[in-house]
T-cell receptor, first 113, second 113 residues
Framework: GDSVTQMEGPVTLSEEAFLTINCTYTATGYPSLFWYVQYPGEGLQLLLKATKADDKGSNKGFEATYRKETTSFHLEKGSVQVSDSAVYFCALSDRGSQGNLIFGKGTKLSVKP | NAGVTQTPKFRVLKTGQSMTLLCAQDMNHEYMYWYRQDPGMGLRLIHYSVGEGTTAKGEVPDGYNVSRLKKQNFLLGLESAAPSQTSVYFC????????????FGPGTRLTVL
């Protein structure tokens, strides 16, 4: 079945460091891919998405490119801030999941000043 | 515009007790979802609804029941709580199934002793 694998955390970075969180997927069709973010004590919020191969999703300085050849959707940010501390979830949606979201296990990011 | 709200925010139950979690959305969304979030497991779909009066099983439906009597409300019931149901429960809604942004509530932290 469909699945999402993302890098284990936690990840601890200093402010202004470069961030990469790896995400790879397995899907039966051509999924849409998402990154959701969960700030402490809150529900998840959509951060960015891409619906077809080679699309790049971007928001708040974060970017991720849908790579069909490597079945990946890695999240990157050039310069992280303390306010980016959160848990990040990679997710997919496709026919194999009846359109429902399949989430990775989440990666906790802590940014130190 | 409150978005997605969940009641209660916290609850402690004893094994065998029953309870109902309420989710409400004011965005006129057709689709609603219940997830559970456990450490190291990401989010897993319990049940979902594609419209008023309809429900469907997700990945981990056992031990839970749901009802969608009104479009804006989606109830999650535990008939006989077990310690394995200790978790954080999130409700979400969307205007379409799959490939579309889901809006999440703030979560309910449930502990079963």
């Amino acid at each position: 079945g469909d699945s999402v694998t993302q890098m284990e955390g936690p990840v601890t970075l200093s402010e202004e460091a470069f961030l990469t969180i790896n995400c790879t997927y397995t899907a039966t069709g051509y999924p849409s891919l998402f990154w959701y973010v969960q700030y402490p004590g809150e529900g998840l919020q959509l951060l960015l998405k891409a619906t077809k191969a080679d699309d790049k999703g971007s928001n708040k300085g974060f970017e991720a490119t849908y790579r069909k050849e490597t079945t990946s959707f890695h999240l990157e940010k050039g310069s992280v801030q303390v306010s980016d501390s959160a848990v990040y979830f990679c997710a997919l949606s496709d026919r194999g999941s009846q359109g429902n979201l399949i989430f990775g296990k989440g990666t906790k990011l802590s940014v130190k000043p | 515009n409150a978005g997605v709200t969940q009641t209660p925010k916290f609850r402690v139950l004893k094994t065998g007790q029953s309870m109902t979690l309420l989710c409400a959305q004011d965005m006129n969304h057709e689709y609603m979802y219940w997830y559970r979030q456990d450490p190291g497991m990401g989010l897993r779909l319990i049940h979902y609804s594609v419209g008023e009066g309809t429900t469907a099983k997700g990945e981990v439906p056992d031990g839970y029941n749901v009802s969608r009597l009104k479009k804006q409300n989606f109830l999650l019931g535990l008939e006989s709580a077990a310690p394995s149901q200790t978790s954080v429960y999130f409700c979400a809604s969307s205007y379409s199934l799959g490939g579309i942004k889901q809006f999440f509530g703030p979560g309910t932290r449930l502990t079963v002793l």
